[in-house]
């Protein structure tokens, strides 16, 4: 019998991968690139909260990976990631509309003892088109070119944005 430390740890770990145009953009050592990623539980905080920097590089599409666990009594999050495509991050800005940005929205319910894959693409038809007209409720999905719902559903062990519709996390 398998004791309570045998089980799965609650986390989502989000894997970032562009599209070959951008990942060639991201890739180039001479523009310094970094992305921003905000956690919280709701998208509203997400859109406000001080985001994390990491440096980002591009190779075979694949950007990187970060694991999130649950904040105590939180079952829900909500993820901002703003990437700076044509420009630097730090000049990404709300007031013209991410202008030379890539900016993709996820909200998800932790589920208890599964670690679940979040993809989430960066892809250059989205530079530019930060989905804010329905609040911050949506994300740019690259390969339809259109905003879709930012809220994700399990699926074969994953999640994945505007495929189910689930109870609404704000």
């Given at each position: 019998?398998?004791?309570?430390?045998?089980?799965?740890?609650?986390?989502?770990?989000?894997?970032?991968?562009?599209?070959?145009?951008?990942?060639?953009?991201?890739?180039?050592?001479?523009?310094?690139?970094?992305?921003?990623?905000?956690?919280?539980?709701?998208?509203?905080?997400?859109?406000?909260?001080?985001?994390?920097?990491?440096?980002?590089?591009?190779?075979?599409?694949?950007?990187?990976?970060?694991?999130?666990v649950p904040a105590?009594?939180?079952?829900?999050?909500?993820?901002?990631?703003?990437?700076?495509?044509?420009?630097?991050?730090?000049?990404?800005?709300?007031?013209?509309?991410?202008?030379?940005?890539?900016?993709?929205?996820?909200?998800?319910?932790?589920?208890?003892?599964?670690?679940?894959?979040?993809?989430?693409?960066l892809g250059a038809s989205?530079?530019?088109?930060?989905?804010?007209?329905?609040?911050?409720?949506?994300?740019?999905?690259?390969?339809?070119?259109?905003?879709?719902?930012?809220?994700?559903?399990?699926?074969?062990?994953?999640?994945?944005?505007?495929?189910?519709?689930?109870?609404?996390?704000?």
């Open positions: 019998m398998c004791a309570a430390s045998c089980l799965e740890p609650t986390q989502v770990r989000l894997v970032l991968m562009a599209d070959e145009s951008t990942c060639a953009q991201l890739a180039d050592p001479k523009a310094s690139r970094v992305a921003e990623i905000s956690v919280a539980p709701t998208p509203v905080e997400a859109e406000f909260i001080a985001p994390s920097s990491t440096g980002v590089g591009c190779s075979g599409g694949l950007i990187g990976d970060l694991v999130l105590p009594d939180k079952t829900t999050a909500a993820v901002r990631v703003v990437v700076g495509v044509t420009k630097p991050t730090a000049e990404c800005k709300a007031a013209d509309n991410y202008a030379g940005c890539i900016v993709a929205r996820r909200r998800f319910t932790y589920t208890s003892h599964r670690s679940l894959s979040l993809p989430i693409h989205c530079v530019g088109n930060p989905c804010v007209e329905a609040g911050f409720g949506e994300t740019c999905e690259p390969r339809q070119s259109q905003c879709i719902s930012s809220l994700t559903a399990e699926n074969d062990g994953g999640l994945e944005p505007g495929k189910v519709q689930a109870p609404d996390v704000r």
